[in-house]
């Protein structure tokens, strides 16, 4: 008897082992359920990375620094070092042209946002990709109207320390967003899901696209998964952002 609870106890430790590593590297986690269409992967910055996650996400987010000198889009978050991959290379080894994409732009500033905005627009056409599925993020709300007037989607990207603030720091800086927001042109705002409740709080009504960083392997991931599940069933949340699933080109 003691050898078959014996035998049944270590048949019950790898089949968690085993679901524990099934849920990890599933990109169909349960928390997603019903709200699928709402995830899209994070930081694919590399061709390795863009093959596996445009099968299995409904989107991918990268990150943009325009090259004034070469006139280019560098696929590339600083401060890592560039791997000379171009967003036009990128996009012609996309196959699927209904994917939607996240372009988080590192240096939108005066001095280039004229002429990125017609080099986007240039090489999203050229793909024959719809704009409209196409998310152009700036913390330089002042000029992303020229992303939008070429029928593209923005967002103004929302400091990450929110959540750190109170009283009346938080109070000022709020203010100071919405003076921005009520000043220039843009479709919704981005930011990390730990802002969740201010956001909620401040700017209900507002388009929201959010990115989760949470690991699947956390001791938090009960409670995580009920935080998850109030913010993917917002109506005004349209996406979040993920980890990738497996650990495919590490860009």
Do not use: C
């Amino acid at each position: 008897m003691k050898e078959i609870k014996y035998k049944r106890i270590i048949k019950i430790f790898f089949l968690v082992i085993l679901f524990g590593i099934i849920y990890i590297l599933n990109p169909y986690k349960i928390e997603y359920y019903g709200y699928q269409n709402k995830i899209m992967a994070h930081r694919v910055n590399s061709l390795e990375k863009l093959k596996y996650t445009e099968k299995v996400y409904n989107g991918v987010e990268l990150d943009l620094v325009y090259d004034e000198t070469n006139k280019v889009f560098d696929i590339n978050h600083p401060p890592a070092p560039s791997i000379g991959l171009n967003l036009e290379t990128y996009l012609s080894y996309l196959s699927n042209k209904d994917i939607k994409l996240w372009l988080d732009f590192k240096n939108l500033s005066v001095d280039n946002a004229d002429e990125s905005a017609r080099l986007l627009n240039h090489l999203i056409n050229k793909s024959k990709l719809k704009k409209e599925n196409v998310l152009v993020e700036s913390s330089e709300i002042e000029f992303l109207y020229l992303f939008k007037e070429k029928g593209f989607e923005t967002s103004f990207y929302l400091p990450y320390f929110l959540y750190k603030q109170e009283g009346l720091i938080l109070t000022k800086t709020i203010d100071s967003l919405k003076q921005l927001k009520e000043k220039y042109v843009y479709d919704g705002i981005s930011a990390d899901v730990n802002n969740y409740e201010i956001l909620n709080t401040y700017f209900k009504n507002d388009r929201k696209f959010l990115w989760d960083m949470h690991s699947p392997y956390s001791r938090n991931q009960i409670q995580h998964y009920f935080d998850f599940r109030k913010y993917i069933s917002d109506p005004t949340v349209e996406i979040i952002l993920v980890k990738v699933a497996l650990p495919i080109g590490n860009r």
